[in-house]
């Protein structure tokens, strides 16, 4: 293993609740098929007298073996059982959040008028995609969704769109190139997919340096809009989002029309 892709476990182990000791002691076992803690210190650079302590958190978690020999030998377990022991426990600390989440009292809005109108802020094409899959998992009559960036074509997008059509609710798919178009297509082949002729949403011009990467349309109420910075070499900045929702807000109202801009009236719904 390499020293970087040594460092990037290092750190993934770290995030899955591992301290750095602890970490890099596992990872020097999976090299080995028992080791001493000598030559765990000696490959780790963990110093010896912490090699003892992070070892025994390894082996309370379930992720080393002892030999009770003298000197002791310790090895790993097996990969895939090591990894299923880390998932459980990250699973189980998100059921442990999620319940505790879910008992904190809510404040509800000051008034109504605060439940329709609202927009929001996102950043991150992550975070953006999580919500967009959650807000067309929530849809219950219509999901009007424009794609302007290819990288916003998921298998996990493909999947809740699917979701979507079995639950009978009216799908509008707009995409703004070809590949776009046909990727939608074949993956949803009972969906009419329109192309928009909106040039500026990813223009590259100068005097325009932000881009669109998605629109999404639920239910006629609520949206979002992913944008980004391009640059001159293709690469862009983290997209950014606003999240609107609301019955009585413009801003809903022009985009679905925007997103609908290339669908012939007679195969709108909303005509």
């Known amino acids: 293993m390499s020293s970087e892709n040594t460092a990037e476990a290092v750190s993934l182990l770290q995030e899955l609740g591992l301290q750095e000791y602890e ?3 596992f990872l020097a076992l999976t090299r080995l098929p028992s080791g001493t803690a000598k ?3 000696e490959i780790s650079d963990v110093p010896r007298t912490r090699v003892y302590d992070a070892i025994r958190v390894l082996e309370s978690q379930g992720l080393v073996e002892v030999q009770h020999s003298s000197p002791q030998q310790y090895r790993a377990v097996e990969i895939d059982e090591a990894t299923r022991t880390l998932r459980k426990k990250y699973d189980n600390r998100i059921d442990t959040l999620h319940a505790q989440l879910e008992s904190v009292e809510r404040r509800e809005p000051d008034s109504e008028s605060d439940r329709v109108q609202e927009v929001w802020s996102l950043s991150g094409h992550e975070a953006i995609e999580s919500r967009m899959i959650d807000l067309i998992d ?3 009559s219509e999901v009007a969704l424009l794609v302007v960036d290819e990288d916003i074509l998921s298998e996990t997008l493909f999947d809740e769109l699917h979701s979507a059509v079995d639950r009978d609710l009216s799908i509008l798919l707009g995409g703004k190139t070809d590949t776009i178009i046909n990727q939608l297509g074949v993956e949803l082949p009972t969906v009419r997919v329109f192309e928009t002729g909106l040039d500026w949403l990813s223009s590259h011009s100068s005097d325009q340096n932000v881009a669109v990467s998605r629109i999404l349309l639920v239910d006629r109420e609520t949206l979002l809009i992913g944008t980004y910075y391009p640059s ?10 606003i999240f609107a929702r609301g019955l009585e807000n413009g801003i809903v109202v022009l985009l679905r029309r925007l997103v609908s801009s290339g669908l012939a009236a007679t195969h709108d719904p909303a005509k």
Not at 232 to 241: F, L, N, R, S
């Open 23 to 25: 970490a890099r002691c």
């Open 39 to 41: 030559e765990i210190h």
């Open 138 to 140: 929530e849809a219950e």
């Open 232 to 241: 001159d070499d293709d690469t862009k900045a983290d997209e950014q989002a």
